[in-house]
């Protein structure tokens, strides 16, 4: 068996060492057009920012050592040309001495990953606007921080850009963010992101949301980004991360099937519509889990699995890839936001029902020093109660909420099987009911009709004669310090014997600071006749979704 | 309806107040020996050493926010004497005026908790020498420690207590733990406890394992502690912390079922023997989830469901519960242990064929700063790859691998599973193929019968003529720094080469680090044609079945 793999990093590597595992006597050789093998790619932004020091690091294996321990042909500087499907071989150019030459193949692995993309925007392919890919790129931005730069703007607010953001303010430098949508992370609900843009800003972080450049200038001392908004920024450094596109020419022009946004098309085995030819990683469409809908996840993770799967089943393994979840997670400073399975906009464009409740917990035992709050919002089926997605923005533990979520969905569960969740318990760690407890708890009541809620977002959306009378059950403390427009304060420990300050001639709309005195409150009303509901996720679900006007 | 719950704390207070949510008109009456509702007893030992610096934090909630809040009556320093299930009457004593009265009720909750043994040594019921269970216990003991002590001995080696060594290490006390058993934290494999006992000789605490008190007797300066195996500890202080026995006197008295340990019978709705009492929390007996068999397990996680699905059943509500996973974590200073589902030595006890793997993985991508060890058990049936049971120890991160195995437990998911699971990769939080991956890749090509494995501990107990040539493939530096008795070093890079040395009289074990080059090193040769199978998890699973001896 000759196996030819083109394209190193995660999932060509992957395909390559798990080939070797299976089969010792295997021909198999692995193309890679940059220098390196394999590299961590997700570590890029912290070589910038200095986190990670030594370049070495960074090399997850060498074309040395994969030759030694995995006997195989590695070539690197080499690019694929071209595929003759009917004779089975790959025309490659061998970029150091310039050589084109073929190679066959039993079995072919494409896995030429996604390029970042360089949008229609004049300017755009000045050499001095960087994109962020490799080691190379890494490399020469790296050193133009080096050289000293006053003002950066990265343009596009996703997981990579976010992460250089944080690295350039380590650097120094003044950094502006300038993202198309009006929310940074755009595979994040709008509301989710408001803690990162808050806390991007108190790092003194421009962002300029639902903007986009006009056009990019060599200026006197660097690049003059023109707003369509009108307006110029300064900057000696700019990066494009506005996303990827996927590498799928070389499968194009072989006439292999590509989806809509160019993404190579396989089966569940990972083989293109040429059986003899599979493809892995961020050049290819995969089946969104949880929708079943087709999309593009550039991930690690999945790449990695792809790869895995693909030599599997050239070996005659029985192996399927079941979708990918797109479970991904993000540190900016000190806040974290990572989500998995749908999105309440994905749900929403897919036309599917669901619902949705929003728990504001801290990440262990309030009576243990160093708690932290989060937010977590859970999505799900209004029915059955299965978890459709969930995202949380916060401190610590944040990833492992997103974690214990995400094996959830792909086990099918629903917001009843969190209530039952035994999860590890000491102080340091969690409570007795821990976050996913009470998530269970609050979706698990509303399905049970216990515990009815109104969105939040929806009310005050709502035209004033229709709007339910908003009943603050919190303290008049609290209720001083900020509450809804036109809200009641009824304390929720007095409210028994203060039902007759309640609105007759209107429902109830219930709330307190994070849905749990709203809660109780609740059921004192519906108990005692009154059509009450409540704010799911109480003030603070209400601050996600219209945030202080922030003094930056 | 009236409802009268005997016992505060975790399971009575979720009961009363869950209770109170769906029974806005309900006679809800809390009855609590001590003179606090509800406090966080997992919080004590940190009071002692001050990391909890505050009394209040460790009171849950008071009697006057549960009147207030839930309209709860709630009767404090009053004990409970009997039960007349003839007339449904509870005889209570008010400890404080000495009234004893009678109050009915329709549904009777029993939350009596444990109490901690005082074992039948003599001199064991000393005044001086302490339990814990609750504020009272903490005040004596911290007020002791204030006073001034030099020396503390800890009988008893399960959480309580050596979360108990901590914080008396930290307020610099020399301590002193013995521990009847031969290994620390009793609900886990022997050899998942090397790491804590070393770290806690690092720290100074002097371990005496497999010990025991021979007698406890007044001295001049404190207690003096006769040991079995003679000698004697002097000790300005000694708590016992050996275990609990549920507090079910007034459940037998009244006649309703027990199991042989004392733990209170109950049905899936926590129904006792008699269907209007109910019993929930550290007293009464549960059903191991995995196993099915009865026993106990005193843990503030499921006490608190219990209480919650005792309520939901009085009032009418479909809620059972399942069963306990005994998922628990304790932290020892920078050392975390966690546990789930069923232990190696529990699937012996119920013969329960199993199979189980060791990978020893960093918690997040080795190229970002701060990875941290850890060391990963994974339990699992030898024909369905089902998910039994999962023991971790280590630095950060192993409370998210714990509890993410937990919910595949409860899934019922399998070790293939584990191999499919998309878990948050970012370089801070984990890698793109996770220790729950990694786990499962090796658990999963076991089974498929890939990845031959023997446990280290069965080889090394073979007479030495029945034991197989042990194949050291790791470099020669890692060889000479410490190897396996016997072993031969052929570094896996050159194994190809260097198959003329392997010794053909005898089956082959090879092995290295951690099990992945051995892995790879057993799949070269069984494709060459030797019968060979690979040591589990490598040297480090030997260094925890085999620890090097400690200078302390």
Same mark, same amino acid.
């Given at each position: 068996?000759?196996?030819?793999?083109?394209?190193?990093?995660?999932?060509?590597?992957?395909?390559?060492?798990?080939?070797?595992?299976?089969?010792?006597?295997?021909?198999?050789?692995?193309?890679?057009?940059?220098?390196?093998?394999?590299?961590?790619?997700?570590?890029?932004?912290?070589?910038?920012?200095?986190?990670?020091?030594?370049?070495?690091?960074?090399?997850?294996?060498?074309?040395?050592?994969?030759?030694?321990?995995?006997?195989?042909?590695?070539?690197?500087?080499?690019?694929?040309?071209?595929?003759?499907?009917?004779?089975?071989?790959?025309?490659?150019? +061998?970029?150091?001495?310039? #050589? =084109?030459?073929?190679?066959?193949?039993?079995?072919? @692995? /494409?896995?030429? !990953?996604?390029?970042? &993309?360089?949008?229609?925007?004049?300017?755009?392919?000045?050499?001095?606007?960087?994109?962020?890919?490799?080691?190379?790129?890494? +490399?020469?931005?790296?050193? #133009? =921080?080096?050289?000293?730069?006053?003002?950066?703007? @990265? /343009?596009?607010? !996703?997981?990579?850009? &976010?992460?250089?953001?944080?690295?350039?303010?380590?650097?120094?430098?003044?950094?502006?963010?300038?993202?198309?949508?009006?929310?940074?992370?755009?595979?994040?609900?709008?509301?989710?992101?408001?803690?990162?843009?808050?806390? /991007?800003?108190?790092?003194?972080?421009? &962002?300029?949301?639902?903007?986009?450049?006009?056009?990019?200038?060599?200026?006197?001392?660097?690049?003059?980004?023109?707003?369509?908004?009108?307006?110029?920024?300064?900057?000696?450094?700019?990066?494009?991360?506005?996303?990827?596109?996927?590498?799928?020419?070389?499968?194009?022009?072989?006439?292999?099937?590509?989806?809509?946004?160019?993404?190579?098309?396989?089966?569940?085995?990972?083989?293109?519509?040429?059986?003899?030819?599979?493809?892995?990683?961020?050049?290819?469409?995969?089946?969104?889990?949880?929708?079943?809908?087709?999309?593009?996840?550039?991930?690690?993770?999945?790449?990695?699995?792809?790869?895995?799967?693909?030599?599997?089943?050239?070996?005659?393994?029985?192996?399927?890839?079941?979708?990918?979840?797109?479970?991904?997670?993000?540190?900016?400073?000190?806040?974290?936001?990572?989500?998995?399975?749908?999105?309440?906009?994905?749900?929403?464009?897919?036309?599917?029902?669901?619902?949705?409740?929003?728990?504001?917990?801290?990440?262990?035992?309030?009576?243990?020093?160093?708690?932290?709050?989060?937010?977590?919002?859970?999505?799900?089926?209004?029915?059955?109660?299965?978890?459709?997605?969930?995202?949380?923005?916060?401190?610590?533990?944040?990833?492992?909420?997103?974690?214990?979520?995400?094996?959830?969905?792909?086990?099918?569960?629903?917001?009843?099987?969190?209530?039952?969740?035994?999860?590890?318990?000491?102080?340091?760690?969690?409570?007795?009911?821990?976050?996913?407890?009470?998530?269970?708890?609050?979706?698990?009541?509303?399905?049970?009709?216990?515990?009815?809620?109104?969105?939040?977002?929806?009310?005050?959306?709502?035209?004033?004669?229709?709007?339910?009378?908003?009943?603050?059950?919190?303290?008049?403390?609290?209720?001083?310090?900020?509450?809804?427009?036109?809200?009641?304060?009824?304390?929720?420990?007095?409210?028994?014997?203060?039902?007759?300050?309640?609105?007759?001639?209107?429902?109830?709309?219930?709330?307190?600071?994070?849905?749990?005195?709203?809660?109780?409150?609740?059921?004192?009303?519906?108990?005692?006749?009154?059509?009450?509901?409540?704010?799911?996720?109480?003030?603070?679900?209400?601050?996600?979704?219209?945030?202080?006007?922030?003094?930056?």
């Amino acid at each position: 068996m000759k196996v030819l793999i083109i394209g190193g990093v995660a999932g060509g590597a992957s395909a390559a060492t798990r080939s070797r595992r299976l089969a010792e006597d295997a021909e198999i050789i692995l193309i890679e057009r940059g220098p390196d093998a394999s590299f961590a790619n997700c570590g890029l932004p912290y070589y910038v920012g200095g986190e990670i020091v030594k370049r070495d690091k960074l090399l997850v294996v060498t074309p040395e050592r994969l030759r030694a321990r995995f006997n195989l042909d590695v070539r690197v500087r080499t690019s694929a040309e071209a595929i003759d499907r009917q004779s089975r071989r790959v025309r490659l150019h +061998d970029l150091a001495t310039g #050589r =084109v030459y073929d190679e066959t193949y039993d079995k072919l @692995i /494409l896995s030429p !990953g996604a390029a970042p &993309l360089r949008p229609p925007i004049p300017g755009a392919d000045l050499p001095e606007i960087f994109t962020l890919r490799n080691l190379q790129d890494v +490399d020469r931005i790296k050193e #133009r =921080v080096d050289q000293g730069v006053n003002h950066a703007v @990265i /343009l596009g607010a !996703g997981f990579i850009g &976010l992460e250089l953001v944080e690295n350039l303010v380590r650097r120094g430098v003044a950094t502006t963010v300038i993202e198309l949508q009006n929310q940074l992370l755009p595979p994040f609900d709008h509301e989710m992101t408001t803690p990162i843009a808050e806390h /991007l800003r108190q790092h003194g972080v421009t &962002l300029l949301l639902g903007q986009s450049a006009e056009s990019f200038a060599r200026a006197e001392n660097g690049i003059a980004v023109h707003l369509q908004s009108g307006g110029t920024i300064a900057a000696q450094l700019v990066i494009l991360g506005v996303g990827v596109r996927p590498e799928s020419k070389l499968a194009v022009d072989a006439g292999l099937e590509v989806g809509p946004r160019g993404g190579i098309r396989v089966n569940e085995f990972l083989q293109t519509s040429d059986p003899d030819i599979y493809a892995v990683g961020d050049a290819i469409e995969v089946k969104d889990y949880v929708t079943g809908d087709a999309t593009q996840v550039p991930l690690a993770g999945p790449a990695n699995r792809q790869g895995r799967i693909a030599a599997d089943h050239i070996f005659g393994r029985p192996a399927r890839y079941r979708g990918t979840q797109g479970t991904a997670i993000v540190k900016v400073f000190d806040r974290t936001a990572a989500l998995t399975g749908a999105s309440e906009k994905t749900l929403r464009r897919a036309q599917r029902h669901f619902r949705k409740v929003y728990i504001h917990p801290a990440n262990h035992a309030g009576y243990y020093p160093g708690a932290e709050a989060m937010s977590l919002k859970l999505l799900f089926d209004p029915h059955s109660g299965q978890i459709l997605g969930a995202q949380a923005v916060g401190g610590a533990g944040v990833d492992k909420r997103i974690d214990v979520l995400a094996v959830a969905i792909q086990a099918g569960m629903t917001v009843f099987d969190l209530e039952e969740m035994e999860l590890a318990y000491a102080p340091q760690f969690g409570s007795a009911k821990d976050p996913v407890n009470m998530a269970g708890f609050v979706a698990g009541g509303l399905l049970r009709g216990d515990h009815p809620q109104l969105d939040v977002e929806t009310v005050l959306a709502l035209p004033a004669a229709e709007r339910p009378a908003l009943i603050d059950v919190r303290t008049p403390e609290e209720f001083a310090a900020g509450s809804l427009p036109e809200a009641i304060n009824i304390p929720v420990d007095e409210l028994r014997a203060e039902t007759g300050r309640l609105p007759t001639d209107r429902p109830l709309a219930v709330f307190c600071q994070v849905g749990q005195r709203g809660y109780l409150a609740t059921r004192i009303l519906l108990q005692k006749g009154y059509p009450a509901a409540n704010l799911g996720g109480g003030y603070k679900t209400y601050q996600l979704f219209f945030p202080p006007l922030s003094p930056s």
